[in-house]
């Protein structure tokens, strides 16, 4: 495999250690100061419509920060301002961090990408699939059938398992057994034991390895990664990533230090309360499965620490996560071919790689960025980027569900608004 050909500073980053540092006035990295200045003043007009309470956000290149900022308001009522340390949420951003540690664990030899996951959940070794059958009249009706193949450990990495979420379920039937079975845990505290348990009875949307599907996949394969490790996946992935990489604030449950900086959604957002509740992050994580697709809280500095260290080929500060031979497989499209793609989070023009958006074209997506990109957001609010051919990370955070979609975007032409060589 050819390995990615990053910028030259990144290749001298790739043997001396990084030391993460903020750019000076007269190094920006290629970036404009003038046009970075523009993020403040859009922010800021954004808050006072009504879009978010506050926003951080935070954009480096060849591994200097050179824009760092907070924006209005960390709760609610916007009675106290925005700090560059406030906590978010991060949904689906705890995706990237299960994937990396599922990895990991793939580089040790403990378990490959083409092994069943009934290796180690022999409740899913027979599972069924939903099909379309019409009978003579021209009645068409679903019904389940065997599956053709077992679900893999990449099927879990990729959303190829057959796996969706209720509120996105593309069968009425389907959503009805994922809500009648709390396969989501929204509303009561479901065991990992439990969760595999009750999933395994349910069919598949769609035969495994043949459509990407957003869901649970990262749920089970974060119960995945806890039989395999045999640790617990907040306390293997606090082992593992967040300590080495001195993600100090990331975690699967909000510290009553960090309480007072958890940044929170406006009241008048109609996505808030149901979502806040389903990731609970001020309760105690091992009561329930550790929620491996959207359980985390963490920091703008922190997710960039992280993020870094993917751009660097698997390497911060002399620590080395995963190797740049796993880092660029993780990170190359793995749904050529297949149906579906991720779309309604990365936008058009992406496809997926394990645990990212990928990017595969200059053109198509709604905005700038480089082929090879690759990216992911949470639905409370964040989001990140990561530009290998142009040496940039950016991370988005803020509590807005509803204008999610938005918010990510606009973030992104403002980063590459700014650069000008």
């Known amino acids: 495999m050819k390995r990615r050909i990053l910028l030259s500073m990144a290749a001298v980053l790739a043997i001396v250690p990084l030391q993460l540092s903020f750019a000076t006035d007269n190094g920006l990295q290629g970036f404009s100061q003038e046009r970075l200045d523009r993020t403040a003043p859009v922010m800021r007009a954004e808050i006072e419509k009504g879009t978010m309470p506050g926003a951080v956000t935070l954009i480096?290149?060849?591994?200097?920060?050179?824009?760092?900022?907070?924006?209005?308001?960390?709760?609610?009522?916007?009675?106290?301002?925005?700090?560059?340390?406030?906590?978010?949420?991060?949904?689906?951003?705890?995706?990237?961090?299960?994937?990396?540690?599922?990895?990991?664990?793939?580089?040790?030899?403990?378990?490959?990408?083409?092994?069943?996951?009934?290796?180690?959940?022999?409740?899913?070794?027979?599972?069924?699939?939903?099909?379309e059958q019409t009978d003579d009249r021209g009645r068409t009706t679903r019904v389940a059938v065997p599956a053709k193949r077992q679900i893999t450990v990449q099927d879990l990495l990729r959303h190829t398992s057959g796996f969706t979420y209720a509120g996105s379920a593309p069968f009425p039937e389907l959503k009805e057994a994922y809500d009648k079975a709390e396969i989501e845990s929204r509303n009561s505290d479901l065991s990992p034991e439990e969760l595999i348990k009750r999933l395994s009875t349910i069919p598949l949307a769609y035969e495994p390895g043949t459509r990407w599907e957003y869901g649970v996949s990262t749920d089970v394969l974060g119960v995945l990664v806890e039989r395999v490790s045999g640790k617990r996946l907040d306390h293997y992935l606090d082992e593992i990533l967040f300590k080495p990489l001195n993600m100090k604030d990331t975690r699967f449950q909000a510290t009553p230090e960090q309480l007072p900086k958890l940044a929170d959604a406006l009241g008048s957002d109609p996505q808030k309360a149901d979502a806040w509740k389903w990731v609970?992050?001020?309760?105690?994580?091992?009561?329930?499965?550790?929620?491996?697709?959207?359980?985390?809280?963490?920091?703008?500095?922190?997710?960039?620490?992280?993020?870094?260290?993917?751009?660097?080929?698997?390497?911060?500060?002399?620590?080395?996560?995963?190797?740049?031979?796993?880092?660029?497989?993780?990170?190359?499209?793995?749904?050529?071919?297949?149906?579906?793609?991720?779309?309604?989070?990365?936008?058009?023009?992406?496809?997926?790689?394990?645990?990212?958006?990928?990017?595969?074209?200059?053109?198509?997506?709604?905005?700038?960025?480089?082929?090879?990109?690759?990216?992911?957001?949470?639905?409370?609010?964040?989001?990140?980027?990561?530009?290998?051919?142009?040496?940039?990370?950016?991370?988005?955070?803020?509590?807005?569900?509803?204008?999610?979609?938005?918010?990510?975007?606009?973030?992104?032409?403002?980063?590459?608004?700014?650069?000008?060589?």
């Open 280 to 421: 609970r992050v001020e309760e105690d994580p091992g009561k329930r499965y550790r929620l491996g697709g959207a359980g985390t809280v963490t920091t703008a500095e922190d997710y960039f620490r992280f993020a870094q260290m993917m751009l660097n080929g698997g390497e911060l500060d002399g620590v080395r996560i995963l190797s740049p031979e796993t880092v660029e497989f993780m990170t190359s499209d793995h749904i050529a071919g297949l149906q579906g793609a991720p779309t309604p989070t990365t936008g058009p023009g992406y496809g997926f790689g394990l645990g990212f958006g990928v990017r595969l074209q200059e053109g198509l997506s709604w905005v700038p960025g480089s082929t090879g990109d690759y990216m992911w957001a949470g639905a409370g609010g964040t989001s990140f980027t990561i530009d290998p051919k142009e040496n940039i990370v950016g991370v988005f955070m803020a509590a807005a569900p509803s204008p999610r979609l938005h918010t990510r975007f606009l973030f992104k032409n403002l980063l590459y608004g700014a650069l000008v060589d």
């Open 60 to 131: 480096a290149r060849n591994g200097e920060i050179v824009h760092f900022e907070a924006h209005g308001f960390i709760d609610a009522a916007k009675a106290k301002p925005m700090t560059k340390d406030a906590v978010f949420r991060a949904f689906s951003m705890t995706k990237p961090f299960v994937s990396a540690a599922a990895m990991k664990l793939v580089e040790e030899g403990k378990m490959s990408l083409r092994d069943p996951i009934s290796n180690w959940m022999p409740e899913f070794k027979q599972m069924t699939v939903y099909t």
